[in-house]
């Protein structure tokens, strides 16, 4: 192997099982048995998200410790306890109730990263109503292809926001009674066919009892990314929580006097489990930034907020791995303890460059939208070895394998590539796509979800990611997975970013293509393509791209994902496919 293991994180705890204690957690771990880490409503009402993220601490020790710090674009700052945001979330659910929103019925919210979100959020589901958040970027008929497949009763939105996006799609939105508008003050209560949000609160009750709720009753609705088609619905129950809270102990290593800083967007399925409920079960502080990324700012609220467990994704890192490690030298990163990523395979070269830069691995973990939570991870303790994800949750049954013809299903041997697959009944588990249910049967055979991601899984159960089934490549008889060909190509210090297709070749059924971004201040020419090419060609033989083409970025969803579908399409001049989650190119 190429890359040098690394250790366990300096600093890591012993909470987050060693190999030996892995195996031994693993063979005696039972779901129902993890159960009891969790609080439950009071009386034996059920299991309810919103009682374990909030609830539970305000009625006890935490009631005044830190559970949300916002940093405003403005440089505004707002602090919110464990007591105040169960307070507001109680509020925020009894406007529901007054509004007579009921059970398992669609409130949306189409914000930016303010605070109100999260309460929505925290409120919708103690209100035992299905929560789904939009992506604040999206334009108007993403906004109304999600409420229509989601049914959407209620949306909590901007004035902004409302007016650009959704007021043109009213009249298309007949099942979306209520709009809740979030800081116009006195401007929201102008808009018509709106509410403002602000003063429902402010005459609000403060106190609110959660139903009971039972652990199967539908509490998200998460779009997938969309990185290969059409963005589909994932429902999530409530009994979701305890993979969310074990996740976030034993894969992001958090403990109670952490401030943490997920900067996922909160559109996407990150935001809410890793965003949200992970960090709130755990009792931490978690800081919310409502800006976008950019590099001084990102390393300053590291510094500032002396943030110890950072959860981010590849393409942040590779952005900035592009400004180089001397602009981390200028900020005081002493505070950070634990570095994880997700979301795209996360290149060796990414994971030992965060060694270097911050002292501690970035810790790659696997999961999907579907999934709910982490599946698949580099555990706290345990020793990563860069360009893998790690190893599966205890209580996570994964497998390579391969479909046969007559439908059923082959494990594979360590080693192998096939499918990467995992056994059903994880509480975090989808409970289907809405509307969808032939899409969602077509996820499972041989008694196993199906995941359309290739991997395979070496002699000591770590599981290495190939490529998503659909972009495969095959060449000359051989199967190329594209994240080994871009980790190769992100291995030379002029390339920023690196996304790999395979292009029809008459002889070779298809050779390999390589789009590459350069890192600033260099210039793409003749010379440096062929550099790149036979720089690829030296580490890979066979399976090196022949074709290469520079751009200044490549095309990605707004959760950070190449897309290499959309770069197949545009080089072979076919349709792009749904769009609705392309991240606007620079
Ligand atoms: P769609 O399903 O609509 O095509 P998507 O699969 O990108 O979109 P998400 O659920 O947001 O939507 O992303 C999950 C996928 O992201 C995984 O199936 C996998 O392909 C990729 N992914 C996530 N984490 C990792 C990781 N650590 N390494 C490699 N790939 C990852
Ligand atoms: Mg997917």
Known sequence: MRWQTIEKSPGADA??????????????FSWAEARGELDGLPGGRGLNIAHEAVDHHAAGTRR?????????????????SYGRLAELSNRFANVLQALKVGKGEGVFALTGRIPELYVAALGTLKNGSLFCPLFSAFGPEPVHARMSIGEARVLVTTPALYRSRVAGL???LPRLEHVLLVGGGAAAQDVPGTRDLDSLMAGASAEFVIPPTD??????????SGTTGR?????????????????????????????????????????????????????????????????ERWYGILQDQKVTVWYTAPTAIRMLMKYGDELARHYDLSRLRFLASVGEPLNPEAVVWGAEAFGHPFHDNWWQTETGGIMISNYAAMAVKPGSMGKPLPGVEAAVVRRREDGGIDTLAPGEQGELALRPGWPSMFRGYLHEEARYEKCFAGGWYLTGDL??????????????????????????????????????????????????????????????ALKPGIDPDEALRRELLGFARKRLGAVAPRELDFQPSLPKTRSGKIMRRLLKARELGLPEGDLSTLEAEK
Request: overall charge negative.
């Open 64 to 80: 005044d410790h830190l559970a949300l710090r916002w940093l405003g674009a403005n440089g505004e700052v707002r602090d919110f």
């Open 15 to 28: 909470l987050a099982p060693n190999l030996a204690d892995y195996e031994r957690t693993r063979a005696g």
């Open 455 to 516: 991997a395979r899984c070496d002699e000591d159960g770590y599981f290495w990611f190939v490529g998503r089934a659909d972009d495969l490549i095959k060449s000359s008889g051989h199967l190329i997975g594209p994240f080994e060909v871009e980790s190769v190509l992100m291995e030379h210090p002029a390339v920023a970013e690196a996304g790999v297709i395979g292009k029809p070749d008459p002889m070779a059924g298809e050779v390999v293509k390589a789009f590459v």
């Open 215 to 224: 652990p199967e009753d539908w509490a998200l609705l998460h779009f997938t």
């Open 170 to 172: 009213r009249e298309r």
């Open 231 to 295: 963005p589909k619905g994932a429902i999530h129950v409530h009994a979701a929580v305890l993979v969310h809270h074990l996740t976030g102990r034993y894969a992001l290593d958090l403990h109670p006097e952490d401030v943490f800083w997920c900067t996922a967007d909160p559109g996407w399925v990150t935001g809410t489990s890793y965003g949200i409920i992970a960090p709130l079960t755990n009792g931490v502080t978690s800081i919310v930034d409502e800006e976008e990324f950019e590099p």
